[in-house]
Structures are given as C-alpha cells and as structure tokens.
C-alpha cells in the first residue's frame, strides 16, 4: 500500500487527543477488563449482553500548536501551560469491535501501513483477542481520514474478507471526489487517495453499502450523524438491554485542551462551526444520559463517561 508523503504524514498523524482530566472511576452496568488485557492493546467490556472490544492500532505524537485552532490568540498554548503539558502530545488510535453474539462488527480498522512502526496493529490485536479478521461480518467507518481505513486493505487485497463496509453516503460521495480537495485543508488532502485505495477492493467485490443518517445497521446499533469533522462523520450508538454507548469517532482530538474549550478545532475538520456545534451538542447528550463514550483518540482504551464539572468538561474512564 501506498505510504503518505512524509509532510502529509506528519500532518495527518497529527490527529487526537491524550491527556484527560479525570475524576474517580464510577461504577457502571458494564463490566471492565483486568488490566493486563488492556496493556496488551486489547481491552474488552459489556454493554448489556454486547461484548465490545477496544483495539488500540498504537500510538503516535500530535503537534498541538500546529494543529488546533484557537478561539483566542495563545488559548491553546496556555492551557497547556496550565496543566504542565508540552504541546506535543502522545495520541492513541483506537478501533472497536462489537460482537452482539451473531454479528461480529468492527467500527474503523486503524492506519494499516499508512504511518510506519508505532501504528497498524489493528489486525495483530484483534487476533490476539479472539477474532479473526476473517470472522469480521461488517466494518462500520466514522470517516474516510488513513488514521480509520487505512487498516482495510493489504497490498490491495481486503483485510476483512467477509465484511460488508459500511459508512455514510455522503461520505464517500465526498471523499471519492478528487475535486473535492480544495475544500478541505491541505493537512487531509492526501485523504482523497487513501479513502480510494483503501475501499478499492471492496467496492470491486460489491461490499461496500452506503446509508443516511440514523439509519439501522443491526440490532441494538444505529448510525449517529455527527458531521464536521468530514461531512459525513458518522458515530454508532450501541444499546443493549439498560446501557448504551457511542463510539464517537473524532468528536475530540486532544482532550485536556477541548474538555477546557470545546470550542477549539482542528485544522483536520472539514467544517470548523459545524464540528463546534457536533461536540457541544454531544457532550450535552452524553452527560444529561450517563451513556458511554469510546473515542477514538482518547487514551486507549478510550472508553468512559463525560460529566459537566464546574469548570470544564470532566472524563471519567470507565476503569
């Protein structure tokens, strides 16, 4: 497969969150993982009879002051002066799997060979954790950014052979449109390549299924519009007997500044508003509900609950 440019590379790489304000664990209806598992890069835990899967593809460093956007001149800058943290930033990637007991489900499948040694264990991981890539029913995309499909394909072949991919119509409307790129910044523009390359062979075979917002996927999972971020930015909200979750994509991509802020994007973000408006509304949601979160650039394995603190968004990961 065909690597980035070094610049786009670095650039795209940069792309999500790490350090969070955490609070004291709570308790919840699901159930963690010891956390041997999670050291591992595999983190399993319930939500109601769901078995969901957090797979960490590896890690790399975001260079925040290149990347985010101030609200204000310096903002960024001095919140992480505040919290003592350096501007660059390590950055997990995370995909997860949701096995409903008769559908195996994969949200997102990592870079795959799109950013060198630390990344693309996606694959290696899922196997460690019992499931084989060639087990996988579905794979169910957030977006088309190489950070989230590039793990699809393997030398142009499919990476899951028998899964349906799954992802937003407009999506793949956008990002398969070449004369698209100069819509978006140039830290993404090689996006347009990778989402092509990377869906090759699935589009080929006839699995690629396109769907609108809110639609069903399967049973207890359901596609949430949550655009900005790409125009067709999609999270699924899992419910199971009393819990749910939402896998949220790239709702945030440094936590210690956009809990402070969520105000603040990135310069990934197709739509800067329309990602501002997307997180303001979802951090409301998820709080007001006490349901879920996993994210896929929150520290692996990226899975917990937001509450509204006095001053600032607070993470309380599930373990």
Do not use: C
């Not at 794979?139 to 030398?155: K, M, N, W």
């Not at 119509?169 to 523009?189: C, G, P």
């Not at 090759?200 to 006839?206: L, R, S, T, V, W």
């Not at 520290?299 to 968004?313: D, K, S, T, V």
């Amino acid at each position: 497969m065909k690597r980035l440019s070094r610049h786009a590379a670095a650039l795209l790489l940069s792309l999500a969150p790490n350090a969070v304000v955490a609070a004291p664990p709570q308790t919840s209806a699901a159930t963690a993982e010891p956390a041997t598992a999670r050291d591992a890069g595999v983190f399993k835990t319930n939500v109601g009879t769901f078995t969901i899967v957090a797979i960490s593809d590896g890690d790399f460093a975001l260079a925040t002051d290149q990347l985010l956007v101030d609200r204000k001149p310096g903002e960024v800058s001095a919140l992480l002066a505040g919290a003592a943290q350096p501007t660059i930033q390590p950055t997990s990637v995370n995909a997860y799997l949701i096995d409903t007991g008769t559908k195996r489900i994969l949200v997102d499948t990592g870079s795959g060979t799109y950013f060198g040694p630390t990344l693309g264990n996606v694959r290696k991981r899922l196997s460690a954790a019992g499931y084989s890539p060639d087990t996988i029913d579905e794979v169910l995309i957030t977006h088309l950014h190489p950070d989230h499909v590039g793990g699809l394909s393997v030398d142009g072949r499919m990476a899951f052979p028998s899964a349906i991919v799954r992802l937003a119509e407009s999506e793949e409307h956008f990002w398969l449109d070449k004369a698209n790129a100069r819509r978006v910044d140039v830290s993404v523009q090689s996006s347009f390549d990778a989402a092509a390359a990377s869906l090759a062979p699935y589009i080929a075979a006839g699995r690629v299924k396109t769907f609108r917002p809110g639609a069903s996927i399967a049973p207890g999972v359901s596609a949430a519009a949550l655009p900005g971020h790409t125009v067709g930015h999609t999270g699924y909200r899992v419910h199971s007997g009393n819990e749910t979750m939402l896998i949220w994509g790239d709702v945030v991509h440094v936590a210690l500044v956009q809990l402070k802020d969520p105000g603040i994007t990135i310069k990934f973000d197709s739509a800067q508003g329309e990602a501002r408006t997307s997180r303001n509304r979802v951090f409301a949601e998820a709080a007001q509900q006490r349901y879920l979160i996993a994210g896929a650039h929150l520290a692996f394995p990226g899975i917990g609950r937001l509450e509204r603190g006095p001053e600032q968004w607070r993470w309380i990961p599930l373990d």
